[in-house]
């Protein structure tokens, strides 16, 4: 009889591993978004998004009972739910007015960002070699959008501020992860969605048939295995190394582009990403030896 072997993964390992799960899931989500542009009103399809969001987390709930919601953080839950709910507003009106492999690639930039929000809120230390890094990053970006050769798209402005959003989502998230669970994080961030998200759809409502259904009801799956992903992630390992594999994004979403679109991102899109790319793993190895 042959015994098995259960050899855990290192922490870093298992962090890469559900931060590409967490990006797979978003590509997911986003082409799904992309799909019902025309059909449903970004509203709807944001409510959709939430109330299912919710209803997939309920097998978790019901197993660990009401005491996996208890907190002693609740304004920084509601805080994280408002930005979290501005985020997908911003992303999904993205997604329907430009490629999503752009929209992805743009959105690689969080890392820059998020950095840049550390130095400004938080007041960490901002070295010559840290702010080389975050500009080769948004030179990528200026590579994507090109402005002044191109028309800046809505699309391409809507996920900018999605990113702008998301890096302020991070400080916030990197604050909650030290004291709370994974899934209760997702959970308080699913009760502020639903009923947040539920007035404006009522506006623009349009019932869907089985199949649509079917389809938005997905957005909630993917959106809720994307963050509980995400939260897993920074619980495994640090942030410097599962950040440059956010770039994981952009292959996902280009693959689903073209199987489902049949779109591609330009040479531009790809220039810019490898540029962000770089810039991101430039800035992990400069956080990793100053965490040394």
């Keep these: 009889m042959t015994a098995k072997l259960n ?6 390992i298992r962090g890469i591993l559900w931060m590409m799960g ?20 970004t509203f709807e399809i944001v409510f959709f998004r939430s109330v299912f969001g919710g209803i997939f987390l309920l ?45 992805a690639a743009i959105m690689s930039t969080r890392p820059m960002v998020a950095s840049l929000a550390a130095i400004v809120i938080l007041h960490e230390a901002a070295h010559g070699r840290r702010w080389a890094a975050t500009i080769v990053g948004f030179i990528g970006a200026l590579l994507i959008i090109r402005p ?36 209760t994080i997702v959970a308080w961030q699913m009760m502020v969605f639903t009923p947040s998200a539920l007035i404006p759809a009522i506006f623009v409502w349009q019932t869907p048939d089985i199949w649509q259904f079917a389809l938005l009801a997905s957005t909630g799956l993917f959106g809720t295995m994307s963050q509980r992903c995400l939260t897993r992630a920074y619980a495994a390992a640090d942030a410097t190394v599962i950040m440059p594999f956010d770039f994981t994004r952009l292959i996902f979403s280009a693959l689903l582009g073209l199987i489902l679109f ?20 430039w800035m992990a190895r400069l956080e990793a030896k100053a965490s040394d």
Excluded: N
């Design 262 to 281: 049949q779109e591609f991102p330009d040479i531009w899109v790809w220039a810019g990403g490898l540029i962000i790319l770089t810039g991101v793993l």
């Design 148 to 183: 002044g050769m191109s028309e800046m798209s809505t699309g391409a402005m809507l996920a900018l501020l999605s990113v702008i959003f998301l890096s302020a989502l991070t400080i916030v998230m990197k604050s909650l992860a030290r004291t709370e669970a994974p899934d």
């Design 22 to 41: 967490s990006m797979a899931s978003w590509a997911c989500m986003a082409a799904v978004a992309r799909y019902f542009t025309g059909e449903f009103h």
């Design 59 to 103: 097998p978790w709930l019901f197993k660990v009972g009401l005491g996996g919601l208890k907190t002693q953080r609740v304004g920084m839950h509601l805080l994280r739910g408002a930005i979290g709910l501005a985020i997908i507003y911003l992303l999904f009106g993205a997604v329907a007015r430009a490629p999503l492999g752009e929209v």
């Design 7 to 12: 050899i855990p993964l290192p922490d870093p």
